[in-house]
């Protein structure tokens, strides 16, 4: 979204204040324009040949945005067996997806080899069952490399005490699995975390795969994760993701050589690609002038976005009714029966009850972390491409809340009233 002659517009000229009258408050939407935008950063900073972006699907699932990858040539980054049905859903080939779970059962990593799709391994106990039921079967395999990155520390997943992958110092052990099992080991992996800054990080990171990755004699690719940091707020740094680029690039160039064959380099990232595609309208049902605050409350909550409360993350908010005119300070309030402050003292143009606020940043761990909570209704979504809105997501209604409920007949004495 940018402001041209004092107003908001999206790719195009799509107005959001008609999106919003056209398809009501709250609404997600998003921009394929800036989703582009992203991933040629991405694959533009890397020059190498052989480079696989695998988009990490738990930051934004709509399967229009997934074919919408797709058709920019990314694979993808999939996490739970129904993340791999969207996939191969949205038309990824099975080939094109990796899946990545963390603490999931063998029964579930079997049918992701039923699938066909590329299995990532994140400890050894997986290993070795998998070793004895597919030994035949390619996989690659997460490391956890020790290394402190991450906006906080929820999503901080690289570290000595995470619980994620296998870590490099158990690099024997699993050698002597693979060995005893005769598997085919055709990545490693690492993912460290979300929001991260220095690009040391991923530089360290990287040094260890390349350490580890040298004793693997069968590898088709080395996935160093994702986890770049963008700009939620205006003074915000990001990932200086050219300067990574150029000096991975070299780094990784050096290491095919030394290991005698050229190797994919892959990345996964997520909320690189979509954070900033997306904005989340909402509209102001109450201004409530307090003896401390003034407070605008609306039409959603932490049922609909959650990062503020969940991660103390910081979203931008504007009017996008009123751009012009004197600026007040608001604390910006959801709807939910518990505190769920999306923002507080706020610099923000005089608010009317009626108008119509956006959040920026909100792509990317928005609406796949909705909930129903206060019996509320999810959000519509809408894409914005190439100067046309499209609705790919219709807002639920009552019937989806109690959908998946069961009746039980006869034994607590009920008249229902038709609502
Ligand atoms: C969440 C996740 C990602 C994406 O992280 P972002 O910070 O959104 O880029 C990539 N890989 C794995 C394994 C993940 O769990």
Same mark, same amino acid.
């Given at each position: ?10 790719? =195009?000229?799509? *107005? ?16 394929? &324009? ?10 533009? &900073? ?8 695998n988009y990490a699907c738990k930051a934004l699932n709509n399967i229009e945005v997934l074919k919408y990858m797709k058709s920019l040539g990314a694979g993808l980054d ?10 191969? !859903? &949205? =038309?990824?080939?099975? $080939? ?25 391994? $994140? ?7 998998? @070793?004895?039921?597919?030994? /035949?079967?390619p996989i690659c395999i997460r490391i956890n490399p020790h290394i402190m990155g991450g906006g906080n520390s929820k999503i901080s997943v690289g570290h000595i005490d ?32 979300? *929001? ?9 990171? &990287? ?15 080395? *996935? ?11 003074? $915000?740094?990001?990932?200086?993701? /050219? ?53 605008? @409350?609306?039409?959603? @909550? ?24 004197? +600026? ?5 309030? @959801? #709807? ?26 909100? =792509? ?6 909705? +909930?129903?909570?206060? +019996? ?6 809408? !894409?914005?491409?190439?100067?046309? $809105? #499209? ?14 409920? !069961? /009746? ?12």
């Open positions: 979204m940018q402001i041209v002659d004092n107003k908001y517009v999206l790719e =195009g000229g799509v *107005d959001p204040l008609i999106l919003a009258e056209k398809y009501g408050c709250p609404l997600y939407i998003y921009e394929t &324009a800036i989703i582009k935008r992203q991933y040629d950063r991405l694959t533009n &900073a890397f020059k190498l040949k052989k480079i696989k972006i999939t996490v739970s067996i129904q993340e791999v049905k969207l996939g191969l !859903l &949205a =038309g990824f080939r099975p $080939d094109e997806i990796i899946y990545t779970p963390n603490c999931v059962s063998i029964e579930e990593i079997t049918l992701a080899v039923e699938m066909g799709v590329k299995i990532n391994i $994140d400890n050894l106990s997986i290993l070795e069952q998998f @070793g004895s039921l597919y030994p /035949e079967y995470s619980k994620f992958g296998i870590s490099f110092h158990q690099t024997p052990h699993i050698h002597r699995i693979v060995k005893a099992h005769e598997m085919i080991v055709e990545g490693i992996h690492m993912h460290t975390g979300s *929001d991260i800054l220095d690009i040391d990080v991923f530089l360290q990171g &990287a040094e260890i795969l390349f350490q580890v990755s040298k004793e693997f004699k069968d590898l088709q690719y080395i *996935d160093f994760g994702s986890g770049f940091k963008v700009p939620y707020q205006e003074e $915000d740094i990001e990932t200086d993701i /050219e300067e990574l680029g150029e000096q991975i690039t070299n780094r990784f160039k050096s290491f095919c050589a030394e290991y005698g064959r050229n190797l994919t380099l892959m990345f996964e990232p997520g909320k690189f690609l979509v954070s900033q595609s997306g904005i989340f309208l909402v509209k102001v049902n109450v201004i409530k002038q307090t003896t401390s605050t003034v407070f605008a @409350g609306v039409d959603s @909550g932490l049922n609909h976005l959650i990062r503020p409360m969940l991660y103390d993350a910081y979203h931008k908010i504007v009017n996008i009714s009123k751009t012009e005119g004197r +600026s007040r300070i608001y604390t910006v309030v @959801g #709807y939910i029966c518990e505190t769920d402050t999306f923002g507080t003292n706020r610099k923000i143009t005089e608010i009317n009850e009626g108008d119509i606020l956006a959040f920026y940043n909100a =792509g990317a761990y928005c609406f796949t972390m909705a +909930s129903n909570y206060n +019996s509320r209704y999810r959000p519509a979504e809408v !894409l914005v491409h190439e100067g046309r $809105d #499209y609705l790919i997501r219709r807002r639920e209604t009552f019937d989806d809340l109690i959908q998946t409920q !069961l /009746e039980l007949k006869n034994i607590f004495e009920a008249k229902a009233v038709k609502v």
